[in-house]
Each structure stands twice: as C-alpha cells, then as structure tokens.
C-alpha cells in the first residue's frame, strides 16, 4: 500500500526503497522478510518497480482506489489516491468478460456504478467500450466519466510505481491474470486476493503473492495458520472478536491485515489487537500522524 505515512510513535515509519537488481528472483509463497537489503524488480515503462517485501509499520491500502473518496475501481480515482499520497498499496477489484479480458468492477452487474445494466460477463471487450463509470454525486471534487479500466492497464499504469492488490472476483480468470502479472515482472509487487484460501493456494502455485480476506463469521472458525505456506496477507474483517484477531496475528502468516476500515475507532482497536495494515475506502482520513488512545 508507497508514500510514506505513520502512526507515530507507537508505529514505525514505513518505507520504500528502490534499488536496481540484475534480475527478479523466483517467487516465494511469504515475504522475503522486513530485514535485508531492499530489492526491485523491472517493470513495465519504469526503471523499477516497488516489492511488498520492502513494507513496514503500518500499511494503508486504498479499498478500490478509496471508494468514499474517489470513484472506486477507476483509473482517476486511483491516480488522484496515488497523487495525493494517502495509500501505501491501492486495490481494485478484477472481473473477467465474456471473452475472458479482465477489467476492474466489484459488482457482478453493471447497474450500481455504471451508465449500463447486466451482466459483466455477458459483454466481450468490444462492448465494454461503451461502459461509463457514474461517480457519486457525494464524492468531493469534481470527476468525470469514463470506461472502467482493463486490469493490464491498471497494471501498465501503476505496477511499477506502487504495490498493487487485485481481488479476482471469478475465480477463472487466475491464469490470464498470473500472465499478465509474470509479463509486467511484478509479481513480487501484486498481491492476487480472494475470500477462498483455495484460491490462494492456486495463486501461489502460479508463482504469484496471494491475499486471503475473512469476514468475522469466517475468523471465528478458521484456523489461517494453516494456510501461511501459501498465503502472503490475511485481511480480518474490523468486526471480528479479539481473540480471533490474535490468533490470525499469531499464525504466521507474513502480514495481517484489516478491513474495511472507515472509522478511526476501528483502525486503532485493529491496531492494538496486532494488525499491521489497515485496507480503507477513506485512506486520506485514516493516515494520521498517530493513534488515538
């Protein structure tokens, strides 16, 4: 989530720095570590390109770009996130069309955050010109219209400047997005999220850094140290008992995470509790200079 912002003093500061290498390394399930030296990757149209690995303190990911901020899943609004410097990883969400391009949309219907109605996967890449994104009038600042973006553009765009996390919504699109992550060389920078651990694990054999979100009914029954061979991130949701919270804390997976956000009250009890990362649809608000008691 790569401009720096801190929950001092009881959080350290994070940062990101970029160091050329001859070549990206193989991929790995965890992180390589908080410790070491820092390492990059090539990436497309940059010199190089930010890994996850490199993430400390307390790590803020822009849920859809920041949805109650900007227009969510859209190239303006992540890009105004990114400008503005709230987000250390920004996140969209990834469907797949009819014929099989990957383009950014949470819902499974046009209806809520479009000009069109139907089906997302009932429209091939031909169509989905035509497909305008509606912003809130609630929204701040002044937005206009547009296509919602292909997920290789989102990656083209922001891939080397930024982490990036990408929730694939159907789950066969995984190959066609692990190509276009291993093409663009980032796939020490893209985390591949999903609700299902199974997804994840196929991620990982992808060669791929996975994301695994649980709703609290789901914490209260998992057991996550199960999955830290192949999970990179678990995100718990903010409503979930404490006890459940710890025990993702404990598990042994390389980062955990919460979501979403939106409150202060929340990203101060997740932070107590041990997360290390809050994923909030308001990054501008909840990245102060500290943590209330």
Known sequence: MATKAAFAPLISLFTLTLVAVPAAPAASAAPAGRTGPPAVEQGVGRTVAPRL??????????????????????????????????????DADIRRLRDGTLVAMHDDTLDRTTDQHGRVGALDWKAWQKVRLTPKSSLPGQWRPERPPAAREILD?????????????DPEGLPRLARLIRERHLTRSV?????????AAAA????????????????????????????????????????????????????VWSHTVNTRAARDRMLRLGCEGIVTDRPGSLAPTGVEP
């Open 53 to 90: 690995s490199r993430l400390s303190g307390t790590t803020v990911t822009a849920h859809r770009g920041g949805a109650l901020e900007v227009p969510e899943n859209s190239m303006q609004g992540m890009a105004a996130t990114r400008r503005r410097g709230y987000a250390h990883v920004l």
């Open 191 to 199: 985390l591949v999220e999903s609700n299902d651990p199974r997804v």
């Open 157 to 169: 765009r922001f891939g080397g400047d930024i982490p990036l996390m990408l929730e694939l919504k």
């Open 204 to 255: 990982h054999e992808e060669g791929l850094l996975t994301a695994v979100w649980r709703s609290a009914r789901q914490a209260a029954g998992d057991r996550p140290e199960r999955w830290k061979d192949y999970v990179t991130m678990l995100s718990i949701d903010h409503r979930a008992a404490a006890g459940d919270v710890r025990r993702a804390v404990r598990s042994g997976i390389g980062y």
